[in-house]
């Protein structure tokens, strides 16, 4: 686990905001898109982050948080005709008490078993949104309505404006999440993370820390998948299926687990790379292969780990 | 305070406690001695709740917590350090204890408020330092300690939740001369008011701060008396001191 520093953790969040700024400033309409889908791909690797690198909770089941995320906005908007401001936090709230029903069951779990059982938790939700008909099966249901935010005078049909939006929402979320991290909670799930066995004997409860960790960490990796819903308008199995957990824990492990800002720069780059690597060649996930062993090989604590390494060497210096 | 009735345990054909009884009063300094393969820590498990009994009941001031998990039993007041170290390595002395005391007073509900704010946590883990004699090494990471001094640390986390009975296992396990005489003045100097209970093979550290003695043998005890009548036992004297502390 990353032990950073809380005022370096600041600087390089500023860092991140102000080139996230500057590439919506300089960027046309389709690099606006771009950062509207890594502040997205952010959120929902931090919330993977809070889960991994903090809880200590490999899941390959994320995704399926996320997909019933953006599925409970389709069905509140289009079925139940709620207006997309009330549905938003409400399907955000549902995510987090399938989350909690999931994570009383397998919360005990450890290890292998834990990430097999997200694994097939992921894979039955894809199965069922494949199959259901309510919900388009494979072709998935278009036409979400997305928020109205006249008031601010912003339209979120318009990349440019959603990109704000998302990255303010990103912005927040990091915020939230470094306060969770720093407070006593966040040091009780550290220690837990560190050595379960002794905590127990402390006296904590640790299944209801973990609980608590796997319920927020599905919340806001839902709140993602809203964004996702409310940027394409659109919701599909693809949402959950297991590659996009696999991609997301990807994201988390070069960004550097356990590291909060890290996993924000795994999302970056591994947005960019999918859809520029994918324009120039058909191998481009080859590339991507190779480049994600590459991170894990050279620098195991992610490009956080060797950038908080790099600068600890030159100080000694 | 605190009382185990009939303790039993098998792991399949071996039985390794065969109807433990244990007592221990305020300000208890009892001590359990028996050679390897004795049941000891296996006793301890069954005390901690780290195992569940096959037969026979624990006590925490009259309560009934045979069924309760170690977490469950360390909010009632018990708590034990480990044979080999258990420590939260990556963290400096002053962060561990400060997370120990942390649980211990349930501070985990708070998730807004930084840690390094709530200073009477961390007041009252630099006092435990101060105790357990590692105010010097508040800022070392553990995992750099000598490991005599994470032994010690080892006990600190234990206080930090101020348990009632606390449960030491082999606190001198690994250490040289000089450590094991530190580490019996710490225990000398543990609040009195605890219910001490520790499995020791040094001898001299026994008789030196247990006023009694539980020695066990396959799983049974053998002989429960004072340090005098244990050292006058001529059963013990044959089936282990006569082995061992020659």
Redesign the interface.
């Known amino acids: 686990?990353n032990?950073i520093p809380?005022a370096q953790r600041r600087i390089v969040a500023v860092a991140l905001l102000a080139a996230a700024s500057a590439a919506w400033w300089f960027s046309g309409y389709a690099g606006q898109d771009r950062i509207g889908e890594i502040a997205i791909a952010a959120i929902f690797a931090m919330s993977l982050d809070l889960l991994v690198g903090y809880g200590g909770m490999v899941s390959l089941g994320h995704a399926l948080f996320f997909g019933l995320g953006a599925y409970a906005l389709a069905g509140l908007t289009l079925f139940l005709k709620w207006p997309p401001a009330a549905a938003l936090p409400l399907a955000i709230l549902l995510t987090g008490l399938v989350a909690l029903v999931i994570g009383r069951l397998i919360i005990h779990l450890t290890g292998v078993f834990f990430i097999m059982v997200t694994l097939a938790f992921g894979q039955m939700g894809w199965a069922w949104f494949a199959r259901d008909k309510v919900f388009g099966g494979i072709g998935g249901l278009s036409g979400i309505p997305q928020l109205d935010l006249s008031i601010l005078d912003a339209d979120l049909a318009n990349p440019a404006d959603f990109a704000l939006v998302a990255l303010t929402v990103a912005t927040l979320v990091y915020l939230a999440l470094a306060?969770?991290i720093?407070?006593?909670?966040?040091?009780?799930?550290?220690?837990v993370h560190?050595?379960e066995?002794?905590?127990?004997?402390?006296?904590?409860?640790?299944q209801h820390?973990k609980l608590a960790v796997f319920t927020v960490a599905a919340m806001l990796a839902a709140l993602a998948g809203t964004l996702q819903a409310q940027r394409t308008g659109f919701v599909s199995p693809d949402l959950l299926v297991w590659t996009s957990s696999g991609e997301v824990l990807i994201m988390v492990i070069i960004g550097g687990l356990g590291s909060l800002l890290g996993p924000i720069v795994g999302a970056a780059l591994w947005t960019l790379l999918h859809h520029y690597l994918s324009a120039v060649t058909p191998y481009w996930m080859a590339i991507m292969g190779a480049f994600f062993i590459a991170i894990v090989l050279l620098a195991g604590e992610g490009l956080y780990g060797a950038l908080a390494r790099l600068t600890r060497s030159r100080r000694r210096v | 305070m605190f009382r185990a009735e009939g303790l039993c345990k098998s792991f399949g054909a071996l039985e390794v406690a065969r109807g433990i009884s244990l007592q221990l009063p305020r300000g208890a300094r009892h001590a359990i001695v028996g050679p390897n393969g004795s049941g000891k820590t296996t006793l301890f498990n069954l005390l901690?709740g780290e195992l569940r009994p096959d037969a026979g009941q624990v006590y925490i001031e009259g309560r009934d917590v045979t069924s309760l998990?170690?977490?469950?039993r360390?909010?009632a007041g018990l708590?034990?350090s480990?044979q080999k170290n258990?420590?939260?390595?990556?963290?400096t002395v002053l962060?561990s204890l400060?997370?120990?005391v942390?649980?211990?007073v349930g501070?985990?509900?708070?998730?807004?408020?930084?840690?390094?704010r709530?200073t009477e946590?961390y007041r009252r883990a630099a006092a435990i330092a101060e105790r357990i004699r590692l105010t010097p090494f508040l800022d070392a990471v553990v995992g750099t300690l000598p490991y005599g001094t994470q032994r010690q640390l080892e006990i600190g986390?234990?206080l930090?939740?101020e348990p009632k009975i606390l449960l030491l296992d082999e606190p001198t396990a690994g250490m040289s001369a000089d450590e094991t005489a530190e580490m019996a003045k710490l225990i000398a100097d543990l609040p009195g008011e605890l219910a001490l209970l520790v499995i020791e093979h040094d001898m001299e550290i026994v008789f030196d701060f247990a006023r009694r003695i539980t020695v066990l043998d396959y799983g049974s005890v053998l002989a429960e008396g004072t340090p005098a009548e244990i050292r006058a036992s001529p059963e013990v004297r044959r089936r282990y001191l006569g082995e061992t502390a020659r």
């Not at chain 2, 998990?69 to 469950?72: E, Q, Y």
């Not at chain 2, 258990?86 to 963290?91: G, S, V, Y």
């Open positions: 686990m032990r809380p306060r969770l720093d407070s006593p909670f966040g040091a009780v799930v550290s220690a560190r050595n066995n002794r905590a127990r004997a402390l006296g904590c409860p640790v820390y | 901690s998990s170690p977490d469950a360390a909010r708590t034990r480990f258990n420590l939260f390595p990556d963290l962060e400060a997370v120990a942390g649980i211990g501070a985990g509900t708070i998730f807004w408020r930084p840690f390094v709530s946590i986390l234990a930090a939740i």
